[in-house]
């Protein structure tokens, strides 16, 4: 027995030595292998799925954690690739996700707070460059129009250098810039998107005095994903939500909140104070969350702008104790989680 595992051991050292030789030597042929991966890896990326509604939280963050990606959420429905809300982080999770990014076919934003937009010059970019040769059509309330015209100058050079190197065939500037699809709610709600079985509508949210700030509604054959966005509670969004396979809805702590407006008082960081003191009043609580999505017979519960991230037991027991009297299935979302609507269900 000694012996064997004498043997055991010096196969062991043997083949550390060997592998340790062959990156030391040859490290070109290694590199040749890993890239070669890592492109058969990318090609194998998501693809779409007929037969349901497949939803990731990219971004579950908020401005108050740097611990994680700020708001985007990725939806594929039929053979269209969506992604609702661009905030930090969200581009370089999508890639590291090997979502793919050049088949984007369109962007989503429910209002104008950094954490929900700062990330959307570069994602009509990056998308570009990666080979998207489409259209890329972007959903807004008032202020995208505008948005969008800045970025024409702000992507100006950038646009330029990458045709100059490349050459026009390869870097097509036609699909260089997002196109503006801005839309003003009368009554609501409104259709903004009506397609191949495919429809969205937006609805105006609570997010006083952010406005417009609105939520989306996606349906598609009987199934039903609704995104509140930045919003207090609100019945319009548990209206639109009634009977959904899936609600993604914002959420705050402000049980939490409320105690670290005390500790950043005693240490007179007035600032800081205000401000969390500020935020509470346009966000909703879990508990609140759950009494509505109760009464609305939601399906699927997932909570995401989560503020704090439960990065902590402390902070995730918290969470825990508030959301347990949800009758359907409840999830705390993380960065990069993944949530199916079954079509034929
Ligand atoms: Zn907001
Ligand atoms: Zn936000």
Redesign the pocket.
Known sequence: MESLAKYKFSFLILTIYISLSFIIFFPEKISKYLTNFTIEKNQNSLSFNHDEITVFTIGTG??LNTSRV??GTAVFIKDKFFIFDV?DGVVSKVEEMNLPLYELDAIFITHF?S??YIDLPYIINRSWVLGRNKDLNVFGPKGLENILESNISFLELENKHRVDHHGANIMNDKYAFGISNEFIIEKNQKIIYDFDGVKITAFNVDHYPVEPSVGYSIEYKNKKVVLSG?TKANDLVFEMAKNADLLIH?TILNSLLKNTVKVLESKEMYRNSHIVDDIQNYHTPPNEIVKLANKANIKTLVLH?LIPAPDNIIIKKLYEKQIKGFNGKVYLAKDGDKFIVKINE
Request: glycine share 10%.
């Open positions: 908020s401005p700020q708001s905030g707070h954490d929900h930045d914002e702008h």
